[in-house]
């Protein structure tokens, strides 16, 4: 995400100094920040000043509540919480360094089935803690996971933004908003939203996460998003409710096993899905340990021609072994060859002594 100057300074009056602009979003901006006394780089989220109002205040501060109640190396993880000179609620959070799901689809395409499975299995051990605290998240999207580049170790995945997250009644989180959602009010983003929210049920519970996880599997796997053919969010949300989802294996080569997974994660009604975060954990894995379905060959000559395509078929080794009518035997010297030689061997000796007689003539 590049950094962009700021013409003045956004949190001025208090404790931290802006250094650059990271994003901007609908309701605030993304800056990467400093301690003004202790010089620590951090990531902060500020409300935009139009929209300073009492409502929005109170939601940042339940988000930044749970953050900081959820310890958990796959959440982002929340150090402060305060307001600008000029009534601007802001939001600290650790720095983190990489870049969204979203954006590592987008330079990468489809990721291969057993990395999609190692994101979207750490992803749900976040939710597993979220869930356990008695929030929901609500908004589970590619711009909302985070691929964290650690130095010198692996690469973490980390959850995002807890601005529309839901606590549960007899949950560990935070108290829930002065200012709770309305009654068929959608919240979340339409394209991963789970059928409930679409239909703005005031019943959404952590199931609705569950589905947003499968929308999001299938877009790692395919690198298309869900129902990609409805542009409009009316349509959109009506393909939540109401219209079966794809499987993955109409556009990519997965086993039978991952489409079950997903048609399980994606299914309209709450009881159909997995129950619980784990419970699709240990389906992902036992799925991972299966063997890859086979690539099926093609006769056609493309970019996509597999080695076992490409390469000629190894010629036979023939043995040639005798048969019964055959017999072997070694070579042996016929009587012609013995004579032959015996001929030639008389010849040079008569030559010979002749030529030696005629020497020892003309010498005496």
């Known amino acids: 995400m590049p950094d962009v100057s700021l013409a003045s300074d956004p949190l001025e009056g208090s404790a931290y100094r802006s250094k650059s602009l990271l994003g901007k979003g609908a309701m605030g901006e993304v800056l990467l920040a400093e301690h003004r006394a202790l010089g620590k780089e951090v990531v902060i989220k500020v409300v935009h000043a139009a929209l300073a109002r009492p409502e929005l205040a109170e939601r940042m501060r339940v988000e930044a509540q749970i953050l900081a109640?959820?310890?958990?190396?796959?959440?982002?993880?929340?150090?402060d919480l305060g307001q600008t000179s000029a009534g601007r609620p802001f939001m600290v959070m650790e720095r983190l360094v990489g870049r969204t799901l979203s954006e590592e689809i987008a330079s990468r395409g489809a990721l291969p089935t057993a990395e999609a499975i190692d994101i979207i299995c750490e992803l749900l051990a976040a939710l597993v803690v979220a869930h356990a605290a008695g929030v929901v998240h609500r908004d589970i999207k590619p711009d909302n996971v985070f691929v964290h580049q650690r130095p010198h170790t692996a690469r973490v995945i980390k959850l995002l933004d807890f601005g529309v997250a839901k606590i549960l009644a007899g949950g560990s989180g935070p108290l829930p908003s002065q200012f709770p959602t309305e009654e068929g009010a959608v919240m979340g983003t339409p394209r991963f939203c789970s059928p409930e929210q679409a239909l703005g049920?005031?019943?959404?519970?952590h199931r609705a996460d569950i589905y947003g996880v499968g929308a999001l599997l299938y877009f790692v796997l395919t690198g298309r998003k869900l129902f990609a053919e409805c542009s409009h969010i009316i349509e959109l949300l009506r393909a939540h409710a109401e219209?079966?989802?794809?499987?993955?294996?109409?556009v990519v080569p997965v086993s039978a096993t991952i489409d079950a997974i997903v048609s399980k994660?994606?299914?309209?009604?709450?009881?159909?899905?997995?129950q619980s975060a784990a419970e699709m954990i240990g389906a992902l894995r036992r799925a991972q340990r299966e063997r890859p379905p086979p690539v099926a060959a093609t006769a056609s000559i493309s970019e996509d021609v597999t080695i076992a395509t490409a390469l000629p078929a190894p010629l036979p080794v023939v043995v040639a072994t005798p048969t019964a009518k055959q017999e072997i035997r070694p070579i042996e010297e016929s009587a012609f060859d013995r004579f032959r030689f015996a001929l030639v061997f008389c010849v040079t000796m008569v030559v010979g002594g002749a030529a030696l007689i005629a020497v020892l003539r003309w010498l005496l």
């Open 69 to 79: 109640n959820l310890r958990h190396p796959g959440i982002v993880q929340v150090n």
């Open 201 to 205: 049920k005031p019943n959404v519970d």
């Open 243 to 250: 219209a079966p989802p794809p499987r993955p294996s109409s």
């Open 265 to 274: 994660a994606l299914a309209k009604d709450p009881a159909d899905r997995f």
